[in-house]
């Protein structure tokens, strides 16, 4: 908090109307910075079979720093309430009215302006004994009804930053954050990809457009729910919830686009080879992801001074992200090996130039983020996780544009070729409709003529060319048995040449 105000009302259930009653104190309401707050945190296990012991432990440290008018008139810091404050008046410790909220029981105020600091604010069952001046348990079961409101800034002022007013100082300006990233998404990225995903038919594609649009909802739950915060400090988390879920479904997508790229497919081949390890790395790091966010949701305490990358589950996460970095390099660096295309070659360098930057970034952040203040952590991270991610996906979405895409990526195109066949209706090579129904039984009428033409034609030309081929025939089976006479004559000429009485056979051919 800078300038904050705690106000509200805190009352008992079932009490008796008596002044003993209303006066009584069953608890104590404390808001502590963060240097007495861990100590006072961590001492209420130490004696957890001496709650008196426990009680005293706790408040070891504060006691000289708190004020109560009986037992430490000197402190100087307003630390504590008594609890429960009685029907239709102030609490016990409220001594001075015109510093309390109209409408309201009790009121801290907090001035740390130039200094901001984590305040706490706990009730414990422990009470500071006014005639012994110290602390002890008070077992008393009781019941309380309370309404307490936390705002950054004083409620009495006319006008407040609806982005800062209800919300913690390292979440401030969180909520301009998402705006931005929801307009970039939703207005100009998204449109354009889904524009670029009609006209290209391929798993790919729609696959980085799926991933688009479930960023644009995770964003678009987060901006809800930061809006209804901004009004009234509750919220709606499962707004909040479904929209984290669904910006680690988009990242996750996101790695699996990179990683199908990176083994080639539907640039150098349209199989994709290496399924089972592709899946399984896929698969491993979206668990770790979701057991991140849920560990740090429900294990992480809220004393702890760390962000959800200073987890085990966070360096799991961090780890395998560079392990997934290496194997990525490893395959692009393969499929570039057994591709010679300059065209392909080009577009995997700026590909893996830029994959590189977003799989390295968030373990450097991470680094980076160990030396910042936790009130600068979630927002640097914040600020860092969105920016990259956008631009990687603005990276993508040039790369995968149409015109640019058929050059290198094996994708269907389906080009709009309406304007194309408009002009080709229009050419004059093109035969147009007859006018009238004359027209065209006479153009019927045309065949069945030049067929009676050709029947006549045939019936006159059929009849000369087998009478020529008769004799022809004829003429060549005479000349056929004039060489056969030859032939036996001359078979008499070579057999009369044989001389049977010599050591060698023979033929001898007089020339």
């Not at 390295?360 to 914040?382: D, F, G, T």
């Amino acid at each position: 908090m800078t300038e904050g105000f705690i106000f509200g009302n805190m009352t008992s259930i079932g009490s008796s109307n008596s002044s003993s009653d209303q006066q009584q104190v069953y608890g104590t309401l404390a808001l502590l910075p963060r240097q007495f707050f861990v100590a006072f945190y961590r001492n209420r296990t130490k004696a957890s079979s001496d709650p008196d012991l426990a009680c005293r432990l706790m408040f070891q440290e504060i006691k000289s720093q708190a004020y109560d008018a009986r037992c430490n008139n000197e402190g100087w810091e307003d630390f504590l309430r008594g609890v429960p404050c009685p029907e239709g008046h102030l609490c016990p410790d409220e001594d001075n009215p015109a510093n309390v909220v109209p409408g309201t029981q009790l009121t801290y105020a907090i001035q740390d302006i130039n200094n901001p600091r984590f305040w706490y604010l706990s009730l414990v069952a422990c009470v500071w004994d006014r005639k012994t001046c110290e602390w002890r348990h008070q077992d008393q079961p009781l019941h309380l009804r309370y309404h307490l409101t936390i705002v950054n800034g004083n409620p009495s002022a006319t006008t407040h930053s609806i982005f800062e007013y209800h919300f913690s100082f390292d979440k401030q300006d969180t909520a301009e954050i998402y705006l931005v990233c929801l307009v970039f998404y939703g207005f100009i990225l998204v449109p354009l990809q889904i524009y670029a995903a009609c006209r290209q038919v391929h798993a790919i594609t729609r696959l980085f457009t799926a991933t688009l649009v479930v960023q644009v909802a995770g964003l678009l739950l987060n901006t809800l729910h930061l809006l209804v915060f901004s009004s009234d400090g509750i919220g709606f988390l499962p707004l909040n919830i479904a929209g984290d879920l669904f910006n680690i479904l988009a990242q996750s997508s996101f790695m699996l686009v990179l990683l199908v790229l990176a083994k080639g497919w539907a640039v150098t081949r349209m199989v994709l080879t290496g399924r089972p390890l592709i899946i399984a790395l896929w698969g491993l790091y979206s668990v770790l992801i979701l057991t991140l966010y849920f560990w740090n949701m429900m294990e992480v305490d809220v004393i702890q001074d760390i962000d959800e990358y200073q987890t085990w589950p966070g360096w799991m996460t961090l780890g395998l992200r560079v392990v997934i970095m290496v194997w990525f390099l490893c395959e692009l660096r393969t499929t570039m090996t057994y591709e010679h295309n300059a065209t392909k070659l080009h577009f995997f360098l700026h590909f893996g130039a830029a994959s590189l930057v977003w799989f390295i970034y968030l373990p450097v952040v991470a680094l980076i983020a160990l030396q910042i203040s936790p009130l600068w952590r979630y927002k640097l991270l914040l600020g860092f996780t969105y920016s990259a991610d956008l631009l990687a996906h603005s990276f993508m979405t040039y790369l995968l544009w149409p015109e640019r895409a058929e050059q290198y990526l094996l994708l269907a195109y389906e080009a709009d070729l309406s304007a194309e066949l408009d002009e080709f209706d229009e050419a004059p090579h093109i035969i147009n409709q007859y006018d009238t129904a004359q027209d065209i039984n006479n153009h019927r009428s045309l065949p069945n003529t030049h067929f009676n033409i050709f029947n006549n034609h045939n019936d006159t030309t059929t009849n000369n060319h087998l009478s020529n081929h008769h004799d022809t025939i004829s003429n060549h089976v005479d000349v056929l048995n004039n060489h056969q006479l030859d032939v036996c004559n001359h078979f008499d000429v070579v057999n009369s040449y044989f001389d049977p009485s010599s050591d060698t056979e023979q033929l001898k051919i007089k020339t």
